[in-house]
C-alpha cells in the first residue's frame, strides 16, 4: 500500500501552521500553502515562536527544532503541491472558498494523492462534488491545538474508497493522532454534541439564571473540566461557536442559535468573565444548571447513537481526547444511570419539543477498549483506549481475553499480534482501581482482578499459535509484563519499557517477577525490576527484552499480512549489559543493603548509581520482589504477597504521588 511521505497544508491560519508543525514532527516533508507569501511567513514564523518556546520548556532539543523547520517549505503557489502524498485543506469554513480550492486542486494533484478537508461543519459528500476523484477524497477534522491535541475525526464521504480509509487511518497512527471514524453528519462526533452544550450556556445567561461565573464554575465540577463553556468560548472564538451551531441548526429547535451568542458573535468581543471566588450558592440555579447542560450532551448523544453516526466509544473518546474532559457523555450517563438520565433528557425536550431518543440504557452505552481483526492467517488484536493510555482494568482484561479466545480458536490464523493505540502499548494497570479498593479496605478485589489478570496472560503464553507483541510506545508495568507472554517482542523506534513498580510502592503482580528471568536471565531481570529504569527500544533489543526494532511502515505491512514476521537472530548481550547482568546475579538484595557487594563486573561509580536509584525504591516492594526472582515459583506465586504489599502504607503513598519524588518509610 502507499506511503504518505509528503503532506501537504493549504492555509497558514492558526489550524494550518499547527498542523504544518506538528507534521513536521513526526517526520513528513510538509508544503504550507496559502494565498499569499505574506501569510504564509506569519504561519511559518507562528510555528517558529512555539517551537523556540518548546526548547525552552524543554519539550525539544535545538537540533531537533532545526530537523523539524528542515523539513518546511512554505508557498503561496499551489502548483507547488503536485509532488504530496497527502493535503489536507485548512482555510477559513466558507463553503463557497472551499468549493474554488478544491476545483483548483483537482487539476493540479496528482491522481493518487488523497485529498482531505479539515471542515468542522460542512457535509464531506457534498464538498466531494468539487473534487475529480470523490475516491481520494475524505474529511479529516482535527481540534484546536492541532500540535498538541491528539484528536482527529476521520469522515468518509458517500464515493471514499476502502484504499483511501486505510491510508488515512495509517497517516492519522503515523502523524501522532488518536483517530475516531464518524458517518458523514453535519457536527460529525465532537461538534455535534459539543457546539449545543456552548449554545445552552448562553441561554442559561440570557435567562436570567445565573452569571457567567456561576455557569462556568458548575459546568467545571460536573464535568470534570479545567474551564467553563464561556472561557472555552473565549479561547477559540465566540464566533467559531456561532458558526458552528449555525450548521446544525438542521436538527431542530434545541440546536437554533441562541440569540445572545449571535449578537456577541457579531460584536467582536470575548465574553466578559469576573473571578470565580467566593460566588455565591444557589442549590436550585445550580440544579437547573447542572441538569441543561447534562441533558444537552445526553440527548445529543444519545441521538448520535440513533443515527449510527458513530459508537458509544468514539464519543466518550472524542470528549477525553479532544476536548479534555474526564469523563464522557457514555461514561457519565453510565454513572447517572438510566433513570435519572431519561429524566433529564425528558425535562430538556419539553422545552424545545423533541423526540426522546431510543439508545438509552445498558444495551446501547457499551464501549470498547480491545478489538480483534482477523484477515487471513493474521489476527490483530488492538489495546485499544488511547485516552487511558491503554491502561489494563476490569473492562480491558475481560475484552482481552475474549478477543484472545475468538483468535486462538480460529483454525485459520497462524499468527497473533498485539499492539496498542495511541502513545501507548500499554501504560500499566489501571492505579485508580488499586487506589480506590485500598482506600476501601477492599484488598480481595485487587487479589482477584490480579488473579484473573494472570489467568488471561496464561492463556497467552500457553498459546500454540505464534504471538507477537509490537511495542507501539509506552510499555510499563502489566503492559510490560503482557509483552512477556509473546514468542516475539518487536519495537517501533520510539518505544519506551519499564517495571515502575518498585518506585510506587509494589511489585510486578502479573507474571513480571517470572516471565522477565525467563527471556532475559536473573540479573537483568533484578536490574529491570529494582530500578525501575525506563529503557529506549535501543537498550530493550541491546538487553535482549526486544527481538528486533521495525520502522511503521514494517509495522503496518506485518499486520496487514503483507509480508511475514522477520526472521529474529538472537545477539549476545555487549559488554555494557553483561556487567549489569553479572552484578545483579552475584549479589544478593543483603549485599547492596550493607555496601558489602561485590563490583568486579561494572564500576565502583556505577555500581553506587545503581543502588542510589535503589535507594529512593519502596524497600518491602524491592524485597518481595527479590524474593520472588529468587525463588522462582511461577508467576502465581506472585499472588501470595499481594495482600500483604497493597496493605502497606507504602503502596497508598506511592500509589497516590505517580510522578512525584517521594520518601517511603519501609511500613
Request: charged share 25%; proline share 2%; aromatic share 8%.
Amino acid at each position: 500500500m502507499k506511503t504518505i511521505k509528503t503532506v501537504g497544508v493549504v492555509g497558514a491560519g492558526t489550524m494550518g501552521a499547527a498542523l504544518a508543525q506538528k507534521f513536521a514532527q513526526e517526520g513528513f516533508n510538509v508544503i504550507l500553502a496559502d494565498r499569499a507569501m505574506n501569510f504564509v511567513e506569519k504561519g511559518i514564523n507562528n510555528i517558529k515562536s512555539v517551537l523556540t518556546e518548546g526548547v525552552e520548556r524543554k519539550v525539544f532539543t535545538a537540533d531537533q527544532v532545526n530537523s523539524f523547520l528542515s523539513s518546511l517549505k512554505g508557498t503561496d503557489k499551489l502548483e507547488d503541491l503536485k509532488v504530496c502524498d497527502l493535503v489536507v485543506e485548512a482555510i477559513f469554513e466558507n463553503f463557497e472558498a472551499k468549493k474554488e480550492l478544491f476545483t483548483t486542486l483537482s487539476s493540479i494533484l496528482r491522481d493518487d494523492c488523497i485529498l482531505a478537508t479539515n471542515t468542522s461543519s460542512y457535509s464531506v459528500t457534498e464538498l466531494s462534488a468539487f473534487v475529480k476523484l470523490p475516491s481520494r477524497f475524505v474529511g479529516l477534522h482535527f481540534f484546536y491545538h492541532a500540535a498538541k491535541n491528539r484528536l482527529v475525526e476521520i469522515i468518509p464521504g458517500a464515493n471514499t474508497s476502502e484504499e483511501t480509509i486505510e491510508l488515512t487511518k495509517r497517516f492519522a497512527v503515523l502523524a501522532g493522532k488518536d483517530a475516531i471514524s464518524c458517518r458523514d453528519a453535519n457536527g460529525f462526533v465532537v461538534n455535534r454534541f459539543f457546539v449545543p452544550w456552548l449554545n445552552e450556556s448562553v441561554r442559561l445567561l440570557a435567562e436570567g439564571v445565573a452569571s457567567i461565573e456561576k455557569i462556568d464554575e458548575v459546568c467545571m465540577k460536573v464535568f470534570g473540566i479545567g474551564m467553563g463553556p464561556f472561557a472555552l468560548m473565549n479561547a477559540t472564538g465566540v464566533p467559531v461557536a456561532y458558526h458552528a451551531e449555525k450548521t446544525l441548526e438542521v436538527f431542530g429547535k434545541l440546536y437554533l442559535v441562541a440569540d445572545a451568542l449571535k449578537v456577541q458573535a457579531e460584536s467582536g468581543k470575548i465574553w466578559p468573565i469576573g473571578a470565580m471566588e467566593n460566588l455565591p450558592v444557589h442549590e436550585a440555579a445550580e440544579k437547573q444548571i447542572r441538569d441543561r447542560m447534562l441533558g444537552v450532551i445526553f440527548f445529543v448523544a444519545s441521538q448520535l447513537l440513533d443515527e449510527k453516526v458513530c459508537t458509544a466509544t468514539d464519543i466518550d473518546r472524542g470528549a477525553k481526547i479532544g476536548l479534555r474532559w474526564r469523563k464522557g457523555p457514555v461514561e457519565l450517563m453510565k454513572e447517572i444511570g438510566e433513570a435519572e438520565v431519561k429524566r433529564v433528557i425528558s425535562d430538556l425536550i419539553k422545552i424545545y419539543d423533541m423526540k426522546m431518543p431510543v439508545s438509552i440504557g445498558a444495551d446501547f452505552w457499551k464501549t470498547e477498549s480491545v478489538k480483534v481483526t482477523v484477515k487471513n492467517d493474521v489476527a490483530v488484536i488492538q489495546m485499544d483506549q488511547p485516552e487511558s493510555m491503554n491502561a489494563l482494568n476490569e473492562q480491558s482484561m475481560s475484552q482481552l481475553e475474549a478477543c484472545f479466545t475468538k483468535a486462538d480458536e480460529d483454525a485459520n490464523v497462524k499468527t497473533i499480534y498485539i499492539i496498542g493505540s495511541g502513545k501507548a502499548f500499554v501504560a500499566g494497570a489501571d492505579i485508580k482501581f488499586f487506589v480506590k479498593n485500598i482506600k476501601k479496605g477492599k484488598l480481595d478485589d485487587i487479589q482477584t482482578f490480579t488473579a484473573y489478570g494472570q489467568k488471561v496472560f496464561d492463556k497467552i503464553d500457553n498459546s500454540k499459535k505464534k504471538v507477537v507483541a509490537i511495542l507501539n510506545g509506552l510499555a510499563l508495568g502489566g503492559g510490560l509484563e503482557l509483552a512477556f507472554c509473546a514468542d516475539v517482542i518487536l519495537a517501533l523506534p520510539k518505544a519506551q519499557l519499564a517495571f515502575p513498580e518498585t518506585g510506587i510502592g509494589i511489585y510486578p503482580g502479573l507474571g513480571g517477577t517470572q516471565r522477565s528471568v525467563r527471556k532475559i536471565g536473573k540479573g537483568l531481570g533484578k536490574y529491570l525490576i529494582h530500578t525501575g529504569k525506563m529503557l529506549s527500544s535501543k537498550e530493550a533489543a541491546e538487553m535482549g527484552i526486544v527481538d528486533k526494532i521495525i520502522s511503521t511502515d514494517e509495522m503496518f505491512a506485518l499486520l496487514s499480512g503483507e509480508t511475514k514476521l522477520p526472521e529474529i537472530k538472537k545477539s549476545p548481550l555487549n559488554a555494557h549489559w553483561q556487567g549489569i547482568s553479572d552484578f545483579f546475579e552475584k549479589n544478593s538484595l543483603q549485599d547492596f543493603l550493607s555496601r558489602n557487594y561485590s563490583n568486579h563486573s561494572i564500576s565502583k561509580e556505577d555500581a553506587e548509581k545503581l543502588l542510589k536509584t535503589m535507594s529512593f525504591k519502596a524497600p518491602i516492594a524491592i524485597r518481595i520482589a527479590d524474593k520472588l526472582i529468587d525463588e522462582a515459583l511461577g508467576c502465581s506465586s506472585e499472588l501470595t504477597h499481594l495482600k500483604e504489599i497493597f496493605s502497606t502504607s507504602d503502596a497508598l503513598l506511592g500509589l497516590t504521588s505517580i510522578g512525584k519524588r517521594v520518601e517511603y518509610s519501609g511500613k
